[in-house]
């Protein structure tokens, strides 16, 4: 006898805006009867992800709450929540005649129309890198007063010391952007990094300054494909809110709003 499978659900926000922070968060703490602080780190990173591992019976029970709370769900099986396909960079963009073309790393010019975008989706991140610093450094103070103090009392020459090479490591971040486009065309994924992108297709629009830049090119592609469904940090940078409150805190947070997007934008 063959056993059936069973089949797995999670529960989805259905607006392409998930509830802010403190909705979710107060909804989180009723539904799944947890204080409001772990509440709140639950929603910090929900990404618009009501419930996940469900059994079909416990997704519709999360289905009645989330319509009892006036939040609009859908329950979608997990299977469909696979991971989305490695972006390809894009280096260059410009738009003629109703058509978006860009060219790739590897040089290669493509094009798309508006309805070919599905998700626009655009996140701040923090770039760290460490790089290793070798500088030349004599005796310090304190040994040439010794040696001087030798040579005076005895007479004798003494080598002031010599020179040794010190390894720092130095670290720094960099705050940078990126603009991810998921395509109709076999779930293409795309990205543009504001920090290695050629904005010269903005033509008379391009500034001196790579961030107003990427600004711009989000203003530009979300006129060009309205229909594509934006996440939240496209939305802030629209309407010019501050990016940093966002809760990007991992690569990871950006990947899961872009699952649930990618869902919601095949329905």
Request: some cysteine.
């Amino acid at each position: 006898m063959t056993e059936t499978a069973t089949i797995i659900f999670s529960v989805l926000a259905a607006d392409e805006r998930p509830p802010d922070l403190a909705a979710l968060s107060k909804f989180i703490a009723e539904a799944r009867s947890v204080n409001r602080e772990d509440a709140g780190r639950l929603a910090r990173h929900a990404w618009g992800f009501l419930g996940e591992g469900l059994s079909e019976a416990d997704a519709d029970g999360l289905l009645a709450k989330c319509a009892a709370a006036g939040i609009k769900a859908v329950k979608t099986p997990s299977s469909r929540l696979t991971a989305l396909k490695p972006p390809l960079r894009v280096k260059k963009a410009v738009f003629e005649a109703g058509v978006f073309n860009y060219t790739d790393a590897a040089a290669l010019t493509l094009s798309c129309r508006d309805a070919e975008i599905l998700v626009l989706a655009a996140a701040p991140f923090k770039e760290e890198t460490t790089k290793t610093v070798t500088t030349t450094e004599g005796p310090s103070g304190q040994e040439r007063a010794i040696r001087f103090g030798i040579m005076a009392v005895t007479g004798l020459p003494i080598g002031m010391g010599k020179s040794k090479e010190v390894k720092n490591e130095v670290r720094s971040s960099e705050l940078s952007f990126c603009l991810d486009l998921i395509l109709r065309t076999e779930g293409t994924r795309l990205r543009v990094s504001s920090n290695d992108f050629d904005f010269s297709g903005l033509k008379e629009k391009k500034t001196y300054s790579s961030q107003t830049n990427f600004r711009v090119l989000c203003a530009e592609l979300a006129a060009f494909a309205p229909g594509a469904l934006k996440n939240a940090g496209l939305w802030a940078m629209l309407e010019g809110k501050p990016l940093g409150t966002l809760p990007y805190d991992s690569a990871a947070d950006f990947e899961k709003e872009l699952r649930r997007l990618a869902v919601l934008a095949a329905r």
